[in-house]
């Protein structure tokens, strides 16, 4: 699992096992985990946000959370890969294949 910060107390986690970013974002009252696919069990999902709660990402209350069915939790779990940013170096390469007529390489 790797780890990147951001500034407004949100942070990106990869999970190479199951291809996987997360984001979490923790707010006051809330915290948002956006999952860019849905390859966690509900086992796993609460074990990673028992895990951020132990080493101080998200708040202290968020390890004893036993399920994500109620509603009314403070902790939302989504599938949303709506805010993966492409890197500008990959981008500029794919968009020179483009304008050129060059396909990438052959995988």
């Not at 709506?82 to 304008?99: H, L, Q």
Request: net charge negative; hydrophobic share 40%.
């Amino acid at each position: 699992m790797k780890t990147r910060t951001h500034p407004d107390r949100s942070f990106e986690f990869y999970f190479p096992d199951v291809d996987t970013l997360l984001l979490v974002e923790n707010s006051d009252d809330q915290v948002w985990i956006r999952a860019t696919k849905d390859t966690f069990t509900e086992r796993r999902k609460l074990h990673f946000l028992h895990t951020l709660a132990a080493e101080g990402f998200v708040p202290d209350r968020c390890q004893w959370i036993s399920s994500f069915d109620a509603s009314w939790l403070p902790v939302h779990w989504a599938v949303d890969a709506s805010w993966v940013r492409i890197g500008e170096a990959v981008s500029s390469s794919s968009s020179a294949d483009v304008k050129t007529g060059q396909a990438g390489p052959d995988f």
